[in-house]
C-alpha cells in the first residue's frame, strides 16, 4: 500500500468483541478478525493495520463504528485514525443496499461499515475532537438530567399507589417528592398511621423542610389525614404500605443525590473556558447553560456554520418538496437532551430579553403556534450562541438583535 492511500476498517462492537474488516481504496478485502475488547484487541487491530501499511507508510486510516464514545473509541482516536460515528439507522439503511435478503451478521457489518465509510464518509460525520473538559461536563449533566427524569417517574409511581389506596395523601400533600412529604410519609405510609400524626409532627417536618405558614399547614394536613376516606381492605392497604416506603426511600436517595450533582455540574462547568460565553445568553443560567456545552461540545471544527449548528440542535425546520407539494416541518430526529435545555432557554428568554420577546411576537403574528414560535426563537439563539463562540465574545442584546431593529424600521 503507497503512502497516498486510504485504509479503511469496518468495526462492528459488541460489549466484549469487535468484528473488524481492513478495505482498501478498491473496496477488496484486505482482512478481518473478532477482536477481543480491551488492550489486547486494540493491540491485535494496531497490528493488523501496521501489517498492511507497513512501518514507513503515512496513509490516512478512516474507521467507521457504530458508537461515539467508550474507552475503545477513545483509543482509536488517540492512535490518529478518523473515525467516524455512524448512526445505527443509517448503517441499516445501508445495510439494504448491499443486501436485500435481509440477511445479518456480524462480520458483515464490519464490511458493510468498512463500504460505508470508503463511499459515503463526505456524508457522515467524524466524531468530534472535544476536550477532556467538555467531556468531564458532558459525564455530570447527563446523569444529573438521567436521575432528575427518574426521580420524576418514581414520583408518578407514588402518586399512582397512594391515589389506589391512600387519597388523602394526594388531597394533604402538594409536592410528593419534597423532604416534609417523604419524610411524613416515611413516618406514616397508611391511613390509620397518618390519622394518628400530632400537629408537632407534622410541624418538625415542615419546619426542617423552611415551609412557611408552619401552623396553618400542618393543622390543614392533620385534618386532611384525619377526615373520611374510601380505602382499601387491611392486607392490602399493608401491601401498598410497603411499597411506598420502598418508593418514599429510593426518592430520598435520588434527592440527595440530585443535590450531589448540582453542585458538580455547577463545579465543571465553571472551569470550562466557554463558561461566561455560553452562561452570557439570554435564559442561560448554571444548568441549562452546562447542558448545552455538554450536547454541543466545545470542538471548534465540528460546525462549518450557525446553520450546521442548528440543524444538530434540531431547531431548523425540515422541508419536504415533491412536485407542487412543499411541506415544512420540526425535526423529530434530534438530540431530545440539546433540544430540551434549548426551549427551556427559549422560554426563559422571553422574559430578560427584549429581542427575544419581540422575535418571538412577531413569530405568534403571523399566527404561527406557541410551541412553533418558541422552537423558531430558540433556533436564533443558537445562530447568535455559535457567532458569540466564534467570535469569542459574550452576548450583546444590542448587537444581537441588531439586524431585526433594522429591518423593523425600514
Known amino acids: 500500500m ?14 466484549d468483541h469487535h468484528d473488524v474488516e481492513l478495505m482498501d ?20 487491530l494496531h497490528a493488523m493495520i501496521g501489517a498492511e501499511l507497513g512501518e514507513d507508510s503515512t496513509a490516512e486510516v478512516v474507521i467507521g463504528i457504530e458508537t461515539d464514545r467508550g474507552p475503545w473509541v477513545q483509543a482509536l482516536i488517540a492512535a490518529g485514525y478518523t473515525v467516524y460515528a455512524v448512526n445505527p439507522l443509517q448503517a441499516s439503511r ?13 462480520a458483515a457489518d464490519a464490511h458493510m461499515l468498512a463500504d460505508m465509510v470508503r463511499t459515503d464518509s463526505h456524508q457522515l460525520r467524524p466524531i468530534s475532537g472535544d476536550t477532556a473538559d467538555a467531556e468531564a461536563v458532558k459525564v455530570v449533566t ?20 397512594l391515589l389506589d389506596y391512600f387519597p388523602a395523601a394526594l388531597e394533604a400533600f ?10 411524613l410519609l416515611a413516618k406514616a405510609p397508611d391511613p390509620v398511621g397518618a390519622a394518628k400524626l400530632t400537629t408537632t409532627q407534622i410541624s418538625a417536618a415542615l419546619k426542617r423542610a423552611r415551609r412557611r405558614n408552619i401552623a396553618d399547614k400542618a393543622t390543614r394536613i392533620q385534618a386532611v389525614l384525619r377526615g373520611r376516606h374510601l380505602g382499601q381492605p387491611a392486607a392490602v392497604t399493608a401491601a401498598y404500605a410497603d411499597s411506598v416506603r420502598a418508593l418514599v426511600a429510593l426518592l430520598v436517595t435520588l434527592n440527595e443525590q440530585v443535590n450531589f450533582l448540582h ?7 465553571g472551569r470550562h473556558p466557554d463558561a461566561e460565553i455560553i452562561r452570557s445568553q439570554p435564559g442561560l443560567g448554571s444548568m441549562l447553560s452546562a447542558r448545552v456545552l455538554a450536547e454541543f461540545g466545545d470542538d471548534p471544527h465540528r460546525y462549518a456554520s450557525a446553520k450546521a449548528r442548528k440543524n444538530y440542535a434540531g431547531t431548523s425546520p425540515i422541508t419536504r418538496a415533491s412536485g407542487r407539494k412543499k411541506v415544512v416541518t420540526a425535526r423529530f430526529v434530534r438530540n431530545d437532551r440539546l433540544i430540551d435545555a434549548l426551549i427551556a432557554q427559549a422560554f426563559s428568554a422571553l422574559r430578560i430579553s427584549a429581542g427575544a420577546r419581540a422575535y418571538y411576537e412577531q413569530q405568534r403574528a403571523r399566527g404561527i403556534e406557541f410551541n412553533a414560535a ?37
Open 174 to 183: 402538594e409536592d410528593l417528592d419534597a423532604p416534609d412529604v417523604l419524610e
Open 2 to 15: 503507497t503512502e497516498d492511500e486510504l485504509l479503511f476498517v469496518g468495526d462492528d462492537w459488541a460489549q
Open 25 to 44: 481504496a478498491a473496496g477488496r478485502r484486505l482482512s478481518k478478525a473478532r477482536l477481543p475488547e480491551g488492550v489486547a484487541g486494540i493491540e491485535r
Open 142 to 161: 447527563r446523569i444529573h438530567k438521567t436521575l432528575i427524569w427518574e426521580r420524576t417517574r418514581t414520583t408518578q409511581r407514588l402518586r399512582h399507589a
Open 263 to 269: 453542585g458538580q455540574v455547577e463545579d465543571y462547568f
Open 374 to 410: 418558541l422552537r423558531q426563537l430558540a433556533n436564533r439563539l443558537v445562530g447568535i450562541l455559535h457567532g458569540c463562540l466564534k467570535t469569542g465574545t459574550p452576548y450583546d442584546e444590542a448587537t444581537a438583535w441588531s439586524h431585526r431593529a433594522h429591518a423593523l424600521a425600514a
Open 94 to 106: 445501508y445495510r439494504e443496499r448491499l443486501a436485500v435478503s435481509g440477511a445479518k451478521s456480524d
